[in-house]
């Protein structure tokens, strides 16, 4: 079986494609596509460009409405919905708090004005007219971070892309936190993808078996991890407005790339009740909880 | 006949000549370039490296050793019989100048054994000596190897070639009918950061280059310091036309050598500029030059080199489709990152019809360097050298055993011819071909 793979940057990660039983022209004319559309969605929802749609929302929402394409409305409308669905779990405003945290150190003090900026953000100061497809902050210190969901939202593009083309077989992985089987692996059933342990990345700790669907996996940065440096990690807990820490990690499976996404963004910082409560949101969808403690022992369990 | 000049990369001599164990230091240096270099891909174009790896660290016998006269003792030539000191079955029998003060400094570096000569042409009527090496003002080359070689000698000698692209001819053409090894200064052959960078090129590692850019940037006046002034033309030759072509064959030519070297081929056509627009100090060569050198298949090497600003140093560029080896900074940098490791292993499961799980899924991956790639070294092993010491190890081994490494001739002449065409080019401020009758037959 002749397998072709391409591997290319995009949103500060990678981005690697795996084709069985296609031929390489095939291959390189979809390589090509599905390149320019991730960079196109990263030029368009990144926050770290200047000159994209979601920097210029940014910059403006606050003093007007701003008036949205029908895809921007389409991945503002669905942020807001995991927002409600997730009891404000999965919040894409909680980047003012991450910067704040990145220069401060976890104290009674910092705590304290970090829940004076939680205040002042939040899913709930962001306002989508549905009629008029515009969105308008509340809060001159609101800004959207889609985070993980923009990868979520590059991917899906992708696998549209490769429905058009009627690829009925690939394997993609963004990151390697989010993974979506199209079709069969060329020897069995749908694909196997399992999580790396995370002090030895080759051997797993979890298998999942994807039939057309994606795992996204949400929790403190591998490098970060391995590093032993870590203090403060990169999600913020929207309720508590505090960096998570520790070595953990939720791993989601969902035949929507965006559910999956979303969930296990939301999933990761949430106690078990609330986690319970987002679940009942999403049926048919298997999420699992990996905390290693101290001793680096590793607990896995479903979340249910 | 004097060569003042440091070593053309710009490095000092750094060799300790008390170093407490220098056999031991030259055979791991020499191991850990075989290590290096010794692959299938570079062994073949490294015919000489075999014998002397073999024999690093043993002392030279009698029936080994090779006897030199060398030819132009300034700093450059200096620097090479330093460099031929570490080379146990090197013996310099013989040295000349024609300028005391560095006739005196070669003798002193050959402990003082030397016959001293002022007349070149004193030194090669000895039947003695196996070899010559010249390191002399680049407009007495032509004259200078013409008679080595007819003089029965195997011949080294300095870069560039000469001063016209007839001349370079001659001399290739009198090498191949002396039946003796002519072997020009090209350094970076022997460098082991070259090496590297060739291999991968050779193995597809960058793709396709699709262009070279290069360029060689100083911040100095070029001058060296004049006891009197009857002795400037004689000491800074090298800003004076009659006895060189400035940039492009001190400078330039060593880099061109490199863009030959990976494109395997030479240039279809120069054009270029160059003026004085710093140093107005009486120079006749151009203190700045810019030039476009088109190669077969449409691609380039954009070159330049200044004297009056240095931030950006030296540099080859080659830049290819999958990315791009800077050879000076022993460096690479590939345009994709390396696929996910469980993507490689589902391939390899795949290939050999397994279906199994492959641990791949985690927290996001991260670039290690996410604001500057800062790209990957093309060897780990620190080997302090520019390739001249390796230079003189394997000239050495090929006089030995009379035979010269495929191809160097011809990259030395490419070099040098394409060096001299774009000074012409620029001369005459207009688009030069390669004509017809400089290609080697």
Redesign the interface.
């Known amino acids: ?1 002749h ?1 072709i ?5 995009a949103m ?3 981005f ?1 494609i ?1 084709l ?1 039983g296609i031929d390489e022209d095939l291959g390189d004319y979809l390589f090509d596509l599905i390149r320019r559309e991730v960079e196109r969605t990263e030029h368009k929802l990144s926050i770290f460009n200047p000159d994209s749609e979601l920097s210029h929302i940014n910059r403006a929402a606050f003093q007007h409405p701003v008036t949205l394409d029908d895809e921007m409305y389409y991945i503002l409308n669905h942020c807001l919905e995991y927002n409600r669905q997730s009891m404000g779990m999965f919040d894409v405003t909680m980047r003012p708090l991450l910067e704040f945290w990145k220069s401060h150190e976890i104290s009674e003090e910092t705590v304290s004005t970090a829940r004076e900026i939680r205040k002042q953000i939040g899913t709930d100061k962001i306002e989508l007219n549905w009629k008029k497809k515009t969105v308008q902050f509340a809060s001159d210190k609101v800004m959207i971070d889609l985070g ?1 969901l923009g ?1 979520g939202y590059a991917l899906l593009r992708v696998k549209y892309i490769l429905k058009d083309h009627n690829i009925s077989s690939a ?1 993609l ?1 963004f ?3 989010t ?1 979506l089987g199209v079709g069969n ?4 059933n749908g694909w ?7 002090f030895d ?4 700790l979890y ?2 078996d994807l039939h057309e669907q994606t ?1 996204s ?7 970060i ?1 391995m590093r032993k440096e870590l203090v403060k990690g990169h999600i913020i807990d929207p309720m508590k407005a505090v960096p998570m820490g520790g070595m953990s ?1 939720v ?1 989601v499976v969902s035949a929507s790339v965006l559910d999956a996404e979303a969930l296990s963004t939301a999933l990761y910082p949430a106690d078990e009740e609330t986690r319970k409560k987002i679940l009942i949101n999403f049926p048919n969808t298997l999420a699992i909880n990996i905390e290693y403690d101290e001793q680096r022992k590793v607990c896995i369990r479903e979340i249910k | 006949m004097t060569n003042n000049g440091k070593s053309a990369s710009g490095k000092s001599n750094d060799l300790n000549e008390n170093q407490p164990d220098n056999q031991v230091t030259r055979r791991d240096f020499l191991n850990a370039f075989a290590a290096v270099a010794g692959t299938t891909l570079l062994s073949a174009s490294l015919p000489w490296l075999t014998g002397v790896t073999a024999q690093a660290g043993q002392a030279a016998s009698p029936s080994n050793r090779v006897q030199l006269g060398f030819i132009g003792t300034g700093s450059r030539g200096c620097y090479l019989l330093e460099l031929l000191r570490r080379v146990p079955n090197a013996d310099v029998a013989a040295i000349c100048d024609n300028y005391p003060p560095n006739l005196q400094k070669g003798l002193e570096l050959t402990g003082g054994k030397a016959k001293t000569y002022t007349n070149y042409k004193d030194l090669l009527a000895r039947n003695d000596l196996d070899a010559v090496l010249i390191a002399t003002p680049l407009y007495e080359h032509f004259q200078m190897v013409i008679d080595a070689l007819a003089a029965g000698k195997h011949v080294f000698c300095e870069k560039s070639m000469a001063m016209l692209p007839e001349q370079c001819l001659q001399m290739v053409q009198a090498q191949k009918q002396s039946g003796k090894i002519l072997q020009i200064g090209h350094q970076r052959l022997f460098d082991i950061k070259f090496l590297r960078a060739m291999e991968m090129i050779r193995s597809g590692d960058i793709g396709k280059i699709t262009q070279v850019r290069a360029y060689w940037h100083r911040n100095n006046d070029w001058r060296r310091p004049v006891p009197s002034p009857d002795l400037e033309r004689k000491i800074n030759w090298r800003l004076y036309k009659e006895y060189s072509c400035g940039l492009m064959t001190e400078l330039a030519s060593h880099q061109i050598q490199v863009a030959n070297w990976a494109l395997g081929a030479f240039p279809e056509s120069v054009s270029g500029s160059g003026s004085i627009n710093y140093w107005h100090d009486g120079r006749e060569v151009y203190d700045n030059v810019n030039l476009v050198y088109r190669y077969p298949g449409g691609i380039h090497l954009i070159y330049d080199s200044l004297t009056s600003n240095k931030k950006y140093g030296l540099e080859e560029q080659l830049e290819g489709n999958k990315g791009t080896i800077e050879p000076e900074a022993n460096r690479f940098y590939l345009e994709n990152p390396p696929a996910a490791p469980g993507i490689v292993q589902l391939v390899n499961s795949i290939e050999h019809k397994i279906f199994d799980a492959v641990p791949i899924g985690g927290p996001s991956w991260v670039p290690e360097n996410p604001s500057e790639d800062k790209g990957h070294s093309l060897h780990d092993k620190v080997i302090n050298s520019d390739g001249s010491d390796m230079e003189m190890e394997a000239f050495v081994a090929m006089v030995r055993d009379g035979r010269a490494v495929p191809g160097h001739l011809e990259q030395a002449y490419y070099a040098t011819v394409s060096a001299l065409l774009g000074h012409q080019a620029m001369l005459e401020n207009r688009i030069i071909a390669w004509p017809k009758e400089l290609i080697l037959q």
């Open positions: 079986m397998v793979t391409h591997t290319f940057p500060n990660t990678r690697d795996l069985p993980g990868k394997f992985s990151g390697e936190s993974i692996h060329p020897y069995g196997k993808a399992g999580i790396c342990d995370f990345f080759n051997s797993s298998t999942f795992l996996v949400s929790g403190n940065s591998r490098n991890l990690a791993a």
